[in-house]
């Protein structure tokens, strides 16, 4: 029981004074509130709920929910809730989508959430953000361009699998940063498959939230 503990919240410093945040139920812990005891559970209220979504790379799955699951308040409850959820077509290798704010908002945190019975339940993505305001700003890099090179900053990776093939669960992962993460009005998360073994290693996102610095 104390290894599965350690297991299931960690907390690492990312690049840049980034605090990157991961807590996971298991089994009987996995709850319809995505109740968490590191990272706070979804709220409906946050910025990222009045966004605009938009797909950059890849397909949706069509047995999935469209990008708006991602924001709208609504939880699954069980597991397996593949309307409730967001995840790239089956088979594929993920992709990108890009989330604007509307206005240049001074970020203090962004939590993802995700919920599934086996591998599509770890959450493997790099997230980054900008003003809009590089010269060269691109809003919608493709697969061939590295965003770095046009007008983006990379936030940081994140890789809540523990080992190979690891499995099922609720996942949050928080980040954040003193005293704050920055001025951005967009987010790009660029999203990898958790595994390549079959076609199921696409991650069931169940909800992002954008948390505004007060």
């Known amino acids: 029981m104390i290894t599965i503990v350690a297991l ?3 907390t690492l410093t990312a690049q840049a004074q980034i605090t990157v945040t991961v807590d996971r139920n298991i089994g009987n812990e996995a709850n319809k509130e995505f109740k968490f005891k590191m990272v706070r559970s979804p709220i409906k209220d946050d910025v990222g709920s009045k966004a605009q ?3 950059l790379i890849g397909e949706a799955d069509p047995a999935g929910g469209d990008l708006s699951a991602l924001i709208d308040g609504v939880l699954p409850t069980k597991e397996d809730d593949r309307k409730a959820n967001f995840f790239f077509a089956a088979g594929s290798s993920g992709g990108r989508f890009r989330m604007d704010l509307g206005s240049v908002i001074d ?4 939590n993802t959430y995700s919920w599934h019975s086996s591998t599509s339940a770890p959450q493997v993505y790099m997230v980054y953000a900008s003003d809009g305001a590089a010269p060269n700003f691109c809003s919608g890099p493709r697969v061939d361009t590295n965003p770095m090179d046009c007008g983006w900053r990379l936030l940081t990776s994140v ?3 523990r080992k190979r093939g690891d499995g099922g669960g609720q996942y949050a992962v928080s980040l954040e940063a003193r005293p704050s993460l920055g001025k951005y009005r967009y987010l790009l998360f660029d999203v990898s498959a958790t595994e390549t073994d079959d076609d199921l290693g696409n991650t069931f996102f169940s909800e992002i939230d954008v948390i505004a610095k007060k």
Request: aromatic letters at 0%; one cysteine or more; hydrophobic letters at 45%.
């Open 8 to 10: 299931c919240g960690l």
């Open 53 to 55: 979504l938009i797909l």
């Open 107 to 110: 970020i203090k945190q962004i």
């Open 159 to 161: 890789d809540t699998r």
